[in-house]
């Protein structure tokens, strides 16, 4: 992620303005690189409405303060207001906009909008020499002004729910309107059920299917269609009828169909959702309904993905200016790998408009080929998972038995997993047998063979239906798991969990010598909202809880808005970090308290003591943000006791331990997400190594640098640090320094 660098070159005016349609997540950027500017010490503006507002300069350029983008994190839409502005189209309109940035002295834009507005930013800029001097030469700027004027520098952020822009992975407000796809393609699914109903959802993507494709994986639709891979043949309506027909008689009881804004059929002719409805309705005589979900998509509060990511973003927008020499190459700073990386801007503009010129001309090979691999393969993932029944395996082919199962806390995104993983291996003509409780069931032998309709509703449910818990198995138990695996003639495991559930099955495979039972593949694959385990940047349910986090500190923050008041939030995670600086950024806690970095005597004496200044000079609110074990003995009642006794008259403190609320509730669409594709892995990883005899190959898989990777279990003890049951190297603690920046008290100069 990035790195905090220290200024090379002072002395810069930056303004920073949100563009083209608005997308949940712009303000935490806006907030970030004000504060950024404002910390290494820049002058900042905002430039209200957009374009519009460099444009007709006076109060639309605001000068920005530390105080100016606090309490904004959580909000939608973007605070600085954003506009579609024609005047800036045009060069007369670039050349208003330049004498306005010439007088209140800005030399670099912040520009956070889709391509339109990155086009239009990268104009300004090559044009700024010349209106310079056409500003002189018409005596609207003097000569002095314009010897200050150094090369114009613009950074890009992409603000686009549709996440439609190459360069970055995701863009920023595709996370939020994929949570809002799914909360209401999950609350219409249960009336669809309860009616046996249709229905036809249209999300937006007028290019790019990237919300319908992840949203059909993330609800279970029934079908999806999208812009980049029409169907393949011509009568697309009579394949989506059959599969929908044989979904009802599989047992089925709600069928989703996904439409893209943008969909179309092979020769270029739009489908849309109500044309989907006509088909369905003559041909299978069904109730169909159509919802078009619109400007929801758009709206509310920001995911927890969607404020860290676009601080992150908006903090190294800042930095990259500061490096760049003035009029350098513009740089699209955007996620690639789950890292923040900068690419030269206009290539990016330009291979995002290859895209939508290839599904214009009927291109789609060309247009997957450019959407990358992922796209490819969740694409093939999903018609798998969403197909009525398996393919019926071919003849004469060798069918695997594999036991899924879990160990472990709970951890929502569990059952996707199972659902996708079961469907997967179905589809390639083996068996699967579900475990039930963890390991307790595999000691006992409680194994149950799994068919496709098990699982059905599974994708969006939270919990475990399996059932799991942390027990472990003792050494006596051991022979009797192997008589288990032998009987039930298992030739795979397997294990959606946590870090007791890989301690479990590393003990099998260490034991394989003694029991050859053993001697069979086993996966485990990462599911605990506390993000503890080996080999993986994420696991599954992290997400999920962080999102639980995020909304429960929302609430409790408006509770206090009148008075002066410090809430410390103590949140899981065992001796793990993550969900309390992931959160703490994510709400713009002050002060996140960490097993990793210990808390000591003095650090409270510290924190006591801004916190007494911050409150003598007018702050309403205080939020502290504790991991459960960050200290033994400073536990969260000790340390509101602390301050509220020595806070006096200054502020009350409130402690708010969240609990279980965290692990709970249906996962997030990210976690579904990624619990589909680790899932798909896994199931080939089985195959592959059982097909190859026992070789006793044991693995777990995980997400690095955003590829899934495999890691041999043997690899465990360099990875782990057992005593603190968290892996030694973790990639999110170099983001404290940032959280630390953005959320300090102003600096003196603010
Ligand atoms: P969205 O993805 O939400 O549509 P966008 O940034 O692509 O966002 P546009 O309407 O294309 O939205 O552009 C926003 C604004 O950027 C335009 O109203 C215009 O002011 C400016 N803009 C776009 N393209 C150009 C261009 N080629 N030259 C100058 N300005 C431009």
Known sequence: MSETHPVTRPGRTIAVLTSGGDAPGMNAAVRAVVRTALARGQRVYAIREGYEGAVSGGDRIVPMTWAS????????????????????????????????????GIDSLVVIGGDGSLSGADALRQEWRGLVDELVASGRVDAGTASTAIPFSIVGLVGSIDNDMSGTDITIGADTALHRITEAVDAIASTAASHQRTFVIEVMGRHCGYLALMGAIATGASFVLIPESPPDVDDWQATMCERLHTGRQAGRRDSIVIVAEGARDRHGNAITAEHVRKVLEERLHEDVRVTILGHVQRGGAP??????????????????????????????????????TRQPLMQCVEKTRKVAECVKSGDYPGAMAL??????????????????????????????????????????????????????????????????????????????????????????????????????????????????????????????????????IAKLHAERERFPAFNLPMICLPASINNNLPGSELSIGSDTALNNIVGAVDKIKTSAVASQRCFVVEVMGRRCGYLALLSGLATGAERIYMHEDGVTLAHLQHDLETLKEGFRRGKRLGLLIRNEDANPFYTTPFMCALFEQEGGELFDVRQAILGHLQQGGDPSPFDRILATRMAAASVEYLIAEAGKGPTGAAAFIGLREGKLTLTPFDEMPRLMDCTNDRPKEQWWRQLAPIAELLAAPAPPAA
Not at 72 to 89: K, V
């Open 69 to 104: 983008v606090g309490g904004i994190l959580h909000q939608g839409g973007t605070s600085i207001g954003t506009a579609r502005s024609e005047r800036f189209r045009t060069r007369e309109g670039r050349l208003q906009a330049a004498e306005n940035f010439l007088k209140a």
């Open 303 to 340: 995911s927890a993905f969607d404020r860290y990511m676009s601080t992150l973003l908006g903090h190294a927008a800042v930095e990259e200016l500061l490096l760049s020499p003035p009029g350098s190459e513009p740089q699209l700073i955007g996620m690639r790998d789950n890292r923040v």
């Open 371 to 504: 959407r990358g691999r992922g796209f490819a393969s969740a694409l093939s993932t999903l018609r798998t998972i969403v197909r009525a029944l398996p393919h019926p395996p071919t003849e004469g082919q060798k069918r695997f038995r594999f036991a899924i199962m879990h160990g472990g806390g709970p951890a929502p995104g569990m059952n996707t997993a199972v659902r996708a993983a079961l469907r997967l291996t179905l589809d390639r003509g083996h068996h699967v047998l579900g475990v039930r409780h963890a390991f307790k069931g595999l000691v006992e032998g409680d194994f149950f063979e799994m068919g496709w309709m098990t699982v059905n509703g599974w994708a969006s449910r939270g919990g475990a239906e399996l059932g799991t818990n942390r027990r472990q198995p003792a050494d006596r138990e051991l022979y009797q798991i192997a008589r288990h695996v032998e009987k039930h003639e298992i030739d795979g495991i397997l294990l959606i969990g946590g870090w007791s559930g890989y301690a479990a």
